[in-house]
């Protein structure tokens, strides 16, 4: 199996880089690879927003700011891939897909202004034919509306892809959090991703979740 892994920001920084969970998530990588072939992304988290916010107060513009976002994601994934033991991050997805059918496992960051690396993601596991994109973040699944805030929002067990375009469709800016942005939402239902949602807490289970074991996310269907 072909598995396409997006570590979001709140997993691996929450407030600052988070030596255990970038530890972990190295191990389970190493657990997955036993089996499976790996592809890797990683978001900014709390550092990336601390620059972009202090970038707007410098009059920054926007594409300004998605860039220091994209630096920061991709310091994140020069970090996860030291973990592993791995020279550093891929900054080109179509040479992260070729290292991947090398048996390498390509680690990346961000890419492009105006997507987070919710997109990279996905875009990555359309051009590597994965068969399943898992995505971590500090929330244990898709709501039906942001459980931070909302304390009536359900945790959702399946959403239909159609469904989370309909519940992510808002503008993308710099520094945003969300469950997953419009544009890899898209992606996901036009290519017929098989994606899971999963939080933090699952990530020690994930060879176990991706043979099939129960886990305590949300899945993503398609009619």
Do not use: W
């Amino acid at each position: 199996m072909r598995i396409t892994l997006c570590f979001g920001g709140s997993v691996l920084v929450p407030d600052r880089p988070d030596a255990s969970t970038f530890a972990k998530a190295a191990e389970v990588i190493r657990r997955l690879r036993e089996k499976h072939e790996v592809l890797v992304v990683t978001g900014g988290g709390a550092v990336a927003r601390d620059y972009i916010e202090s970038a707007g107060k410098l009059g920054v513009d926007e594409i300004g700011r998605h860039q220091l976002g994209i630096q920061v994601t991709r310091l994140n994934a020069a970090l996860l891939a030291l973990a592993l033991g791995l020279k550093g991050p891929e900054e080109d997805m179509g040479r992260a897909v070729m290292s991947s059918l090398r048996g390498e496992v390509p680690v990346m960051g961000g890419t492009t202004p105006g997507q987070t690396t919710d997109a990279v993601a996905a875009v990555l596991a359309q051009m590597s034919r994965s068969d399943l994109l898992v995505i971590f973040s500090d929330v244990d699944g898709v709501y039906t509306a942001d459980p931070k805030r909302d304390p009536t929002a359900k945790k959702l067990e399946k959403i239909k892809a159609e469904d989370l375009v309909k519940l992510v469709d808002v503008a993308v800016v710099p520094g945003m959090r969300m469950i997953i942005d419009p544009i890899a939402a898209r992606l996901i239902l036009r290519n017929k991703i098989r994606t899971l949602f999963l939080g933090k807490e699952e990530l020690g289970r994930l060879p176990e979740i991706v043979e099939g074991g129960k886990h305590s996310g949300t899945e993503v269907i398609f009619e």
